[in-house]
């Protein structure tokens, strides 16, 4: 499948995944029917919802909009077969919480290339109201990107990346095993065939709420983000067995410095301000020794 049409446009497709976002679906799709770059089809993913996403994105009468409703079997499953609806060579990731700038396409499109694996951006963070947080400071390029993944920080804001379905393919998609880390696994194995980078420019608004992964799943995402630096580390570039898995497993159970880290890890969540940085410091911290020490 060509990504281009007759006048040279680069067609894109867009995935968003949702579960329960009535309160904020309405706005995250019209920030995608709003963009500036008009060439793109609109998949989105609806994991069985519960409460009334379903009835609000029946709402929408747009022609590119392509409506996948599937039994609730959580995010990383969607996003597989979400990736299996698109018929572009490039893939825009979006969430069913957030909030796209109206010229997020216009920008990343310009930076497509067929050595080029993952184009994100930076975000601006808002509250569960809108309210606006701080803007995020995410390395640009390659290089950094790589080493900060690598380090145990957050590389690419996952809903702000356009994806090269070629190499998504090529690693096998997200690892199902690998829930709540799912995206830094895929930046780590996609990273051995093409390259990682981010635009200086915010992308999304991203907001933070109590139903985040990152809140709701934090020992199961610190377990995971470890199964993927190990699979880096042994040079493993697809998805996992589950022989594998429960193997790498048992090796960063082992770990000493793993424990630390969690221990901290889960304490983080319940702190505040000063505390809380410092908490998360001391996660990095261990997160970075691990990637010496776990072989």
Not at 24 to 29: F, G, M
Not at 106 to 126: P, S
Not at 184 to 203: A, P, T
Not at 270 to 276: A, P
Request: proline letters at 1%.
């Amino acid at each position: 499948m060509t990504t281009l049409n007759t006048n040279n446009n680069v067609w894109i497709s867009v995935l968003l995944c949702t579960y329960n976002d009535e309160k904020y679906i309405r706005e995250a799709v019209a920030s995608i029917l709003d963009q500036t770059y008009p060439y793109f089809e609109f998949i989105i993913v609806d994991d069985g919802s519960t409460d009334c996403t379903n009835k609000i994105l029946k709402e929408f009468f747009d022609p590119r909009i392509i409506l996948i409703e599937k039994k609730n079997t959580g995010l990383t499953d969607s996003l597989n077969i979400g990736f299996s609806h698109c018929k572009y060579d490039w893939v825009a990731r979006m969430d069913g919480d957030d909030i796209s700038y109206s010229d997020r396409f216009e920008k990343q499109v310009k930076l497509i290339r067929h050595d080029i694996a993952v184009i994100g951006g930076q975000c601006t963070y808002i509250d569960s109201e809108g309210k606006k947080i701080r803007k995020s400071k995410l390395e640009i390029t390659h290089k950094e990107i790589l080493n900060n993944s690598l380090n145990g920080y957050t590389a690419h804001i996952h809903p702000t990346v356009l994806i090269n379905k070629k190499l998504y393919f090529k690693v096998g998609g997200y690892d199902k095993y690998i829930y709540a880390a799912e995206d830094l696994d895929l930046w780590l194995s996609i990273s051995h065939y093409g390259q990682l980078m981010n635009l200086k420019d915010e992308l999304i608004y991203y907001r933070i709420h109590d139903q985040k992964i990152s809140s709701t799943k934090r020992k199961e995402q610190f377990f995971n983000c470890q199964i993927a630096l190990l699979k880096y580390k042994r040079k493993v570039y697809r998805c996992l067995t589950l022989n594998e898995y429960t193997e790498m497993g048992k090796v960063v159970e082992k770990s000493f410095i793993y424990k630390l880290g969690l221990f901290f890890n889960l304490k983080s969540v319940y702190k505040k301000g000063i505390s809380r940085r410092l908490y998360n410091f001391i996660v990095l911290f261990f997160s970075k020794i691990m990637r010496y020490s776990i072989k």
